[in-house]
């Protein structure tokens, strides 16, 4: 039951679980709590992660790439499973001290890079490869703007009305109708930005989508949060409703919703684990994914 009287004390104190589904892995401390090494294969790129929102955000981009020819891009993908606290370990912590998904080492240089926080994984392949990031100066500060906006915005989304909504160990009526204004308002920004463009960015599918689609699609199709898209009323955001139709079609994306899932490919070492995977997976996946 909710203490509509609790006083915050003078010096708050971390003296006992938060509750809530990830009560479990929820600390305000860094750093790693037990010595494991990471895998690595044989691609230059090695990505350790999940198939959460963000997660996506970089093996869609892998694949996109993979799509459009760019071998290079092959990629390594390990799993790392949050509930169990793999990000925690040490190896993890190496390449990204925040602890969380995704993290990669890029092996293609003279000495490792790594790239944590999904946004800068994002930023870091498309330049690299030149690929789904506007080169005038124009267009590619429209799309970081967007890019920007949703790393931004994700908080509000996930921490924000997906806990108290869907997560938290018991219902709250200010949290969640706070956060649910919060991410109407996301969808109407996008949904007024998209009724006069295709893509946030303009014309052509960027990183400034992947970044978007991942948290705004997952609602939008009814994958995420229980009945958050009737709570929502998300089909009101008709122009967001074509956008997710688009990227739902291309194969890439397909193919990087998959990675580092467990309805899909628990890990990912060549293009050829997806031919292990039932077919109907690959022509259109399952709303629940």
């Not at 429209?142 to 997560?167: K, R, T, V």
Request: aromatic fraction near 12%.
């Amino acid at each position: 039951m909710a203490d509509e009287t609790y006083t915050p004390p003078k010096v708050w104190a971390w003296d006992q679980p938060s509750g809530g589904q990830f009560a479990s892995i929820n600390r305000p401390i860094a750093g790693a709590t037990h010595d494991k090494e990471l895998p690595h294969g044989e691609h230059k790129y090695q990505l350790h992660s999940l198939a959460t929102p963000n997660g996506q955000k970089a093996t869609i981009l892998f694949e996109e790439l993979l799509e459009a020819g760019v071998t290079e891009a092959e990629y390594d993908a390990w799993l790392i499973n949050i509930g169990e606290g793999d990000q925690f370990g040490s190896g993890f912590v190496g390449i990204n001290p925040n602890s969380k998904i995704p993290a990669l080492l890029d092996l293609t240089g003279p000495e490792p890079i790594r790239v944590f926080e999904s946004g800068a994984i994002l930023l870091h392949l498309s330049e690299k490869y030149g690929m789904f990031i506007p080169t005038d100066a124009k267009g590619r500060a429209e799309c970081l703007s967007w890019l920007m906006w949703q790393m931004g915005s994700a908080p509000f989304i996930g921490g924000g009305f997906g806990h108290f909504y869907a997560y938290a160990p018991f219902k709250m009526e200010y949290p969640i109708n706070r956060y649910a204004m919060e991410t109407k308002r996301l969808f109407d920004v996008a949904n007024r930005r998209l009724a006069e463009s295709a893509y946030l960015a303009g014309d052509q599918f960027t990183i400034a989508d992947i970044a978007a689609y991942v948290w705004l699609g997952a609602i939008h199709r009814g994958a995420a949060y229980g009945d958050a898209a009737t709570f929502l009323s998300v089909h009101e955001y008709e122009h967001v409703g074509r956008w997710v139709s688009a990227i739902d079609a291309r194969p890439g994306t397909r193919r990087g919703r998959l990675v580092n899932n467990r309805t899909g490919l628990i890990e990912r070492h060549s293009a050829a684990d997806f031919d292990t995977l039932d077919p109907d997976l690959l022509k259109g996946i399952t709303k629940g994914s």
